[in-house]
């Protein structure tokens, strides 16, 4: 047996919390790789429990996912992923007083890479949520360019000062937001996309850090079809998943676009 076929299913990396973690999946047994075996194990097996238990995914929501193509044991990297040199970050924004920004980047092969940190702030301004997000990328993406996407209600006034997060973002930290798409289908169809398709080498176009952990728990099922009355319906529930998702389909709708926004660039070094 060679080494690539013996790590299979075998994934190690290190929490930002201190914790060693070594993941053990069903496939590091080749007797359990087959759709055969997969089908006659899931009779009987709710989504959510074949996750928990066959999966070892247990940030698992209840609820009908919206993205049923997510796949943890496909779209989620086997170990930590590291910044490309030389490439620039690529960040998503999604605003309210619950705001989120995700880091991804693309690979020469079109790859999404969906990066550590994922940052997801509550009952929070974006004065307050810029300054994280100003400092996390100070700290993983040093000397690293950035382009930015984000939801075009952040070119809208608030009541309060007048102040778009757009203008906020740009006048305290020199963040330049470029707006993504109005429509919700015009970022839903890109991620969709993105993980029903491969590379030319058959690597899954979009790939997330584990430690994604609320990404991660939002694609199984977070972001998640509304109930009605006992009823799933073909609507979107509006919930805490929905933010990160929001963010991470800016940055994906808008890759590979003619027209690149305006990047800026984090120092190696220096104050902020």
Known sequence: MSSETALQGVAEYDTPDGFHVLRVHYTADPA????????????????????????????????LPWYPEFRY???????????????????GWDYGLTPAT???????????LVLYPELQSWESGILA????????????????QF??????AGCQRAQTDEKTCVQVLREEFGI??????????QRDTPIRKALTTVTADGQPMLLADPRCTWLIAA??????RKEVAGRVTDQLADNEYTHIVDALGYVVSMTGRAEAPRQIKMPRLGRM
Request: net charge negative.
């Open 219 to 224: 694609l199984t099922g977070g972001y998640q």
């Open 102 to 112: 995700v880091f991804c980047q693309t690979t020469a092969k079109g790859q999404v």
């Open 129 to 144: 949520h810029g300054r994280v997000v100003q400092s996390e990328s100070a700290t993983y993406f040093p000397g690293h």
């Open 176 to 185: 330049s937001v470029n707006s993504g798409p109005v429509a919700a289908a």
């Open 147 to 152: 382009m930015d996407w984000g939801d075009p």
């Open 32 to 63: 359990k790789r087959s759709e055969e075996w997969k089908k006659e194990q899931q009779r009987g097996t709710t989504a959510a429990d074949w996750e928990q238990e066959y999966e070892i995914n247990f940030n698992v929501p209840k609820g």
């Open 73 to 91: 044991d496909f779209h989620v990297a086997k170990g930590p992923l590291s910044p490309i040199e030389g490439r620039p970050i690529l960040r």
